[in-house]
Nanobody, 122 residues
Framework: QVQLVESGGASVQSGGSLRLSCAVY????????MGWFRQAPGKEREGVAA??????TKYADSVKGRFTISQDNAKNLYLQMNSLKAEDTAMYSC?????????????????WGQGTQVTVSS
């Protein structure tokens, strides 16, 4: 059974940094894509960053140059967030799919974590 468990969310001041983690259990590797999505109150969910099984990464324009997605040898997922802004406030969730293609469409991903809250105060 696949399980994704996020951690690392917190309340920080604008300009600060956070590192989100997503522990991955039971995932059968082959071609895959894993990513981070976020959803703010009253807004649609949006893709933030993604990484595929070849190590290729992609980022939303709003976070390029500030956020970095990475994985460790156990395929756990991380999101380093620097220069945080108030508009980064949202519930952040990690997601995974057995397709090697990374899309920003949430329904593309079969597996989701429960989310971790990030609040940035100005």
């Amino acid at each position: 059974q696949v399980q994704l468990v996020e951690s690392g969310g917190a309340s920080v001041q604008s300009g600060g940094s956070l590192r989100l983690s997503c522990a991955v259990y039971g995932f059968s590797y082959g071609p895959y894509c894993m990513g981070w999505f976020r959803q703010a109150p009253g807004k649609e969910r949006e893709g933030v960053a993604a990484i595929d099984s070849n190590g290729r990464t992609k980022y939303a324009d709003s976070v390029k140059g500030r956020f970095t997605i990475s994985q460790d040898n156990a395929k756990n997922l991380y999101l380093q967030m620097n220069s945080l802004k108030a508009e980064d406030t949202a519930m952040y969730s990690c997601a995974a799919t057995n397709s090697g293609i990374c899309l920003w469409t949430g329904t593309w991903y079969e597996y989701w974590g429960q989310g971790t809250q990030v609040t940035v105060s100005s």
